[in-house]
């Protein structure tokens, strides 16, 4: 028989070659897969025999069921005081005996020791499971502020358990310049004059100089600008520690358009470039009524007679949208038959609150020094007014003997 093609018999060879063909390169990519693996599985051992060979697992401080701890931020501004805690915690789930001698407590900036205490005898304490002693606590003995800017050591050794163990911690004091602003409103209207003050803070512990070239002021619209001024200054300032210094008072025209936009201010010095952005918000519109806000207020509800009294007040919105408030009265009074503390404010405060948001509108200060002698129910009482509207709080609180 004559065929136009191949016979069935070269049809069968041919499958059965492409079936070999198939297999072959279905084992090769197994081969290959199997041989990734296997390298992988090298290096992971690799990995883990190296750390477990040159780096210690154990964590610093630790003695025993014992772990000693130094608490603090990592870093400080000038004025802060340093706030430093040594605690011991018992890391297992019974209780432990805990010994302590030959407790030093050193803080240092470079080689120079600033501070340095020593409590050589012993002391013993039961500690709980999981639980922790307050070894050292830098406030309690000494108040360390307006240090230098740089970076201070601060190591604690001690002998625990009858084992000396040593841990330290840096911690940073940081100086810098900061532009601070005056009077700048929450959000303004379209044209309307824009003002404020441009102030020049000085974050250190010395009093420094400094020569001002120029400030930048860019309001941008998302990454586009629009509007660029370049105001020359050239002028030295020499500004105490901690103090600020008025530089320039900046006058200029709300963008035509509402929409949220950022001032940029750019402060050029003969070393250095300082910034600052703001959110500017231009608005048509303005909620008159108080619709949709509420107050809160944060204290103590009962206190000591005789203790120091601090508050807050906070205008709370409620809704899901942005709020422009103009508040024309705030009016706060604490009376115990007649009035212990009282505060007003009659102009117009500008406010702009978030979505589910809060803002404060009054906070106690350090000269707010109220204090409850009298034991019995004091009376808290917060009013505020917009153009067409007034919300009013109270909350008792109860002064013991």
């Known amino acids: 028989m004559k065929y136009f093609s191949k016979s069935p018999e070269e049809w069968q ?26 390298v992988n599985f090298a290096i992971v051992f690799f990995l883990i025999f190296f750390t477990k060979a040159f780096f210690s697992n154990k964590s610093e401080g630790v003695i025993g069921p014992f772990q000693l701890v130094i608490e603090t931020k990592e870093s400080y501004l000038p004025n802060d005081s340093l706030d430093v805690r040594v605690k011991v915690f018992n890391r297992e789930k019974k209780k432990e005996n805990l010994v302590l001698e030959d407790f030093v407590f050193s803080i240092k900036r470079e080689n120079d020791t600033v501070y340095e205490f020593h409590f050589p005898q012993r002391v013993e304490k039961e500690v709980e499971a999981f639980g922790s002693v307050l070894v050292f606590d830098l406030l309690r003995e000494e108040e360390l502020s307006n240090l230098s800017g740089g970076n201070y050591t601060i190591t604690v050794s001690v002998k625990l358990n009858g084992q000396r163990v040593v841990i330290s911690k840096v911690v940073s004091v940081i100086e810098k310049w900061q532009i601070e602003v005056e009077n700048l409103k929450d959000f303004y209207f379209p044209y ?24 930048g002021l860019i309001i941008l619209k998302g990454n586009e600008a629009v509007f660029e001024r370049d105001i020359p200054i050239e002028k030295d300032f020499v500004i105490n520690p901690m103090m600020v210094e008025q530089i320039h008072e900046v006058n200029f025209s709300a963008p035509k358009e509402s929409g949220d936009y950022i001032i940029k201010l750019k402060l050029k010095t003969e070393s250095s470039l300082i910034e600052k952005s703001m959110p500017l918000f231009v608005t048509r519109e303005y909620q008159k009524d ?87 129910t004091y009376k808290l009482i917060v009013v505020i007014e917009s153009e067409e509207d007034r919300l009013m709080k109270e909350m008792e609180i109860v002064v013991s003997e």
């Open 13 to 38: 060879k041919r499958d059965e070659e492409k079936e070999r063909e198939f297999r072959n390169r279905k084992n090769r990519i197994r081969r290959r897969a199997n041989f990734i693996l296997v």
């Open 290 to 376: 108080l619709k949709g806000l509420s107050l809160v207020i944060e204290g103590r509800k009962f206190v000591a007679s005789g203790e120091r009294y601090d508050f807050s007040v906070k205008l709370l919105n409620e809704e899901k949208k942005r709020n422009y408030i103009v508040l024309k009265n705030v009016m706060i009074v604490l009376t115990h038959k007649e009035p212990v503390f009282s505060y007003a404010y009659s102009e117009e405060y500008r406010m702009t609150i978030e979505g589910y948001s809060s803002r404060e509108i009054f906070k106690t200060t350090s000269y707010d020094i109220i204090k409850l002698e009298d034991p019995g």
């Open 192 to 215: 309307e004059n824009v003002y404020f003050s441009v102030y020049l803070e000085n974050i250190s512990s010395k009093s420094r100089k400094i020569r001002v070239e120029s400030i």
